[in-house]
T-cell receptor, first 113, second 116 residues
Framework: AQTVTQSQPEMSVQEAETVTLSCTYD???????LFWYKQPPSRQMILVIR??????QNATENRFSVNFQKAAKSFSLKISDSQLGDAAMYFC??????????FGQGTRLTINP | DTEVTQTPKHLVMGMTNKKSLKCEQH?????MYWYKQKAKKPPELMFV???????INESVPSRFSPECPNSSLLNLHLHALQPEDSALYLC???????????????FGAGTRLSVL
C-alpha cells in the first residue's frame, strides 16, 4: 500500500532556531517527486519544496531543505532561522500514479517569539 | 504564476439549496482536481478532470456534481447537502497526467462551506 507517515502531530520551535519535520513513505513508483506542502491559517496549500527521487542531492529552497534518504524511504524537512510566518500545518506527500497525491496526516508547527 | 483562484471564499447553505463552487486557472494546466478537507486532516480527493474529461470519481455522493466547461474552469455543483458535508473544499491544477509521478499540483485557497 502507498502510505505516508508523519509521526509528529505537533512541533514547536523558538523564532530564529532550526526545526526538522519527519516523514516516511512507502511507494512502488520508480520515478517520482516527493513534496512538502504548507497550509497556514489562510488555508491555501502552498508547495514548499519538492525532491526528485532519482537525484541524490537534497533539494533546497532558501531556508527550507530536505534530507532525502531513498533507501530508508525518509523525507524530512528542515526549516532554518524559523520565522513567525512559518507557523502552519505541514503535509508531506508523494504521488500515486499520475493523478493522485498521498498525504501524511500533517504536522502542526508553532513558532514561539 | 502558479495561481488557482476559487470563489466564493465562504459559503453558507441550507440542506435544500443549490449552489456552485468555482475554480479557475490560467497556467495552461490540463488537469484539475477537487478535494474535501476536514479540520486538522489532510485533503481527500473527490474528482479529477484530465483534458476536460472526468477521469477519477472517488465514489463521491451524487449530491456533488463536478463540471469542467473548458480547460481553465472547474465547477462543483452542490445540491441537497448534509451538515456533515461542511468542510473546506480545495481546487488544484497540474500540467497533466503525462508527467506521471512528476505531476505537481498547485492549490487554491479553498471555499469554506457550512451546511445548516
Amino acid at each position: 500500500a502507498q502510505t505516508v507517515t508523519q509521526s509528529q502531530p505537533e512541533m514547536s520551535v523558538q523564532e530564529a532556531e532550526t526545526v526538522t519535520l519527519s516523514c516516511t513513505y512507502d511507494t512502488s513508483e520508480s520515478d517520482y517527486y516527493l513534496f512538502w506542502y504548507k497550509q497556514p491559517p489562510s488555508r491555501q496549500m502552498i508547495l514548499v519544496i519538492r525532491q526528485e527521487a532519482y537525484k541524490q542531492q537534497n533539494a533546497t529552497e532558501n531556508r527550507f531543505s530536505v534530507n532525502f534518504q531513498k533507501a530508508a524511504k525518509s523525507f524530512s524537512l528542515k526549516i532554518s532561522d524559523s520565522q513567525l510566518g512559518d507557523a502552519a500545518m505541514y503535509f508531506c506527500a508523494h504521488p500515486l500514479g499520475a493523478q493522485k497525491l498521498v498525504f501524511g496526516q500533517g504536522t502542526r508547527l508553532t513558532i514561539n517569539p | 504564476d502558479t495561481e488557482v483562484t476559487q470563489t466564493p471564499k465562504h459559503l453558507v447553505m441550507g440542506m435544500t439549496n443549490k449552489k456552485s463552487l468555482k475554480c479557475e486557472q490560467h497556467m495552461g494546466h490540463r488537469a484539475m482536481y477537487w478535494y474535501k478537507q476536514k479540520a486538522k486532516k489532510p485533503p481527500e480527493l473527490m474528482f479529477v478532470y484530465s483534458y476536460e474529461k472526468l477521469s477519477i470519481n472517488e465514489s463521491v455522493p451524487s449530491r456533488f456534481s463536478p463540471e469542467c466547461p473548458n480547460s481553465s474552469l472547474l465547477n462543483l455543483h452542490l445540491h441537497a447537502l448534509q451538515p456533515e458535508d461542511s468542510a473546506l473544499y480545495l481546487c488544484a491544477s497540474s500540467l497533466g497526467p503525462l508527467l506521471g509521478g512528476k505531476n505537481i499540483q498547485y492549490f487554491g485557497a479553498g471555499t469554506r462551506l457550512s451546511v445548516l
